[in-house]
């Protein structure tokens, strides 16, 4: 596997330069979605594939998006089905969404096929283990191309590439504050890691981070551009490890 050094481009105030190393995974996949330990992804063909040790390991199923979080593992197909993974089999879900998120706390989030956006509460996301089990999804006030959750806030992205945020969101009331607040910056996809981390990528295919986030400073302070050599297109973060899909999807596992 090919290793090559990537530079975290920091603000001025600070004397030296984030270095992360970054790892060529083998294999293609279009989408990445890391969290709570696990990465998952989807190759261009809609097989679906998790990380094991090194190697990412083909698992049953076909799906266009994937997620994984504290709310499980998450999928959607080529019909927009909900699907949710349990013990080793995919089990539908009601509703149709374009988009699935199971990075919230205990509670999964995605978009329909109009953009609205939905959300699904504790109860019924932790409870949900098939036909017969109760999901209702909440209508939140929306219209997004793509919606990433985390521990205290959901972050999407508008058609525009304009950016919001939706505070105070918690496994019981995940519709948070019910208001999207726009965010200065322009972004074509974003993702919000386990821990609340904030990445995105712009159309171009550069990468920010959201800087200052904290629990009672959710929305952060500024956007911190990734200096990365090659333009990407999906990026997904966890446990220190940043994962890259490049345009030609090629996968790369960075890591300081």
Known sequence: MK????????????TACL???????????????????HVFGVCPKGEVFTLYGSSLIRIPGQLKHVSV???????????????RLVKGDWVTAPGLMKQVDAGGKLFAAGLNMGGV??????????????????????QLPARLKYYSCGPYSCWGVNTADEIFI??????????????FQPIT??????EVSTDGRVYGVNSVG????????????????GWRHVSYSEKVKHV????GHLWLIGKDNRIMDCTE
Not at 69 to 83: L, Q
Not at 117 to 138: M, R
């Open 3 to 14: 290793r090559t050094a990537v530079l975290f481009l920091l603000p001025t105030l600070w």
């Open 19 to 37: 270095t992360l190393e970054c790892t060529s995974v083998s294999g293609r996949l279009k989408q990445v979605d890391a969290g709570n330990g």
């Open 69 to 83: 979080g504290p709310a499980g593992v998450w999928g959607v197909n080529s019909t927009n089905h909900i699907h």
């Open 117 to 138: 956006v939905f959300c699904l509460g504790e109860e019924a996301t932790t409870g949900f283990a098939g036909p017969g089990s109760p999901a209702s999804w909440t």
């Open 166 to 179: 939706l505070k105070g969101v918690t496994p019981t009331a995940c519709g948070g504050s019910l208001e």
């Open 185 to 190: 910056g322009s972004l074509s996809m974003i």
């Open 206 to 221: 550069d990468i920010y981070q959201r800087e200052g986030i904290l629990p009672c400073n959710p929305a952060g302070t």
């Open 236 to 239: 997904s973060y966890d446990l």
